[in-house]
């Protein structure tokens, strides 16, 4: 276990549907993350969160909301999502998101399938 | 924007044999890491390597860099069924925050 926990674990979900991911990690880190992982592409960084700070958006649709209520809890509130959107969401965290290249630790993901 | 890239994308080995990957990004970097995933699971960690280092060992692991050419390559040594994996390269950027961009992967099958 690398000490980063996600929940669920799966999910399926209607596109009307409103539902949140939960990361929680029991590390001690000061930096979380948000990705998501699609079949063929190559990992994409959602948010950053620095010090329960939004340091990064990286795009994300609005439909994508994040919260950060402290250093050791992420969320990630979904709502009238695309089939598009179905995808493995994987949440990590390292020690400082401040620094150059830090080595992130990942929790198990969640995946989401939008009907 | 930078991207490690990965090559092969696929590689099928048999147990015992050496599982070579390689990597190349486009831009500066602080340092470089590889990542191992599970089929449907999370990414673990496997080894950073600075940009003023050329090679680093971590027991059946290898690392090599040469930013030169901006690559790197990943070499398995005496391979097990259980290295089965995905594995990502991951670089960051000279003077920004925590960002780390994630290359496609290669997939190793290692056949027992």
């Known amino acids: 276990e690398t000490g980063v926990t996600q929940t669920p674990r799966h999910l399926v979900m209607g596109m009307t549907n409103k539902k949140s991911l939960k990361c929680e990690q029991h590390l001690g880190h000061n930096a979380m993350y948000w990705y998501k992982q699609s079949a063929k592409k190559p990992l994409e960084l959602m948010f950053v969160?620095?010090?329960?700070?939004?340091?990064e958006n990286n795009s994300v649709p609005s439909r994508f909301s994040p919260e950060c209520p402290n250093s050791s809890h992420l969320f990630l509130h979904l709502h009238t999502l695309q089939p598009e959107d179905s995808a493995l969401y994987l949440c990590?965290?390292?020690?400082?998101?401040?620094?150059?290249?830090?080595?992130?630790?990942f929790g198990p993901g969640t995946r989401l399938t939008v009907l | 924007s930078q991207q490690g890239e990965e090559d092969p994308q696929a590689l099928s080995i048999q147990e015992g044999e050496n599982a070579t990957m390689n990597c190349s990004y486009k831009?500066?970097?602080?340092?470089l890491q590889w990542y191992r995933q599970n089929s449907g699971r999370g990414l673990v960690h496997l080894i950073l390597i600075r940009s003023n280092e050329r090679e680093k060992h971590s027991g059946r692991l290898r690392v090599t860099l040469d930013t030169s050419k901006k690559s790197s390559s990943l070499l398995i040594t005496a391979s097990r069924a259980a290295d089965t994996a995905s594995y990502f390269c991951?670089?960051?950027?000279?003077?920004?925050?925590?960002?780390?961009?994630f290359g496609t992967g290669t997939l190793l099958a290692v056949q027992p």
């Open positions: 991951a670089t960051d950027a000279r003077g920004a925050t925590n960002k780390l961009i």
């Open positions: 831009t500066s970097i602080n340092n």
């Open positions: 990590a965290s390292s020690q400082d998101g401040l620094a150059g290249g830090d080595t992130q630790y």
């Open positions: 969160y620095n010090f329960k700070e939004q340091t």
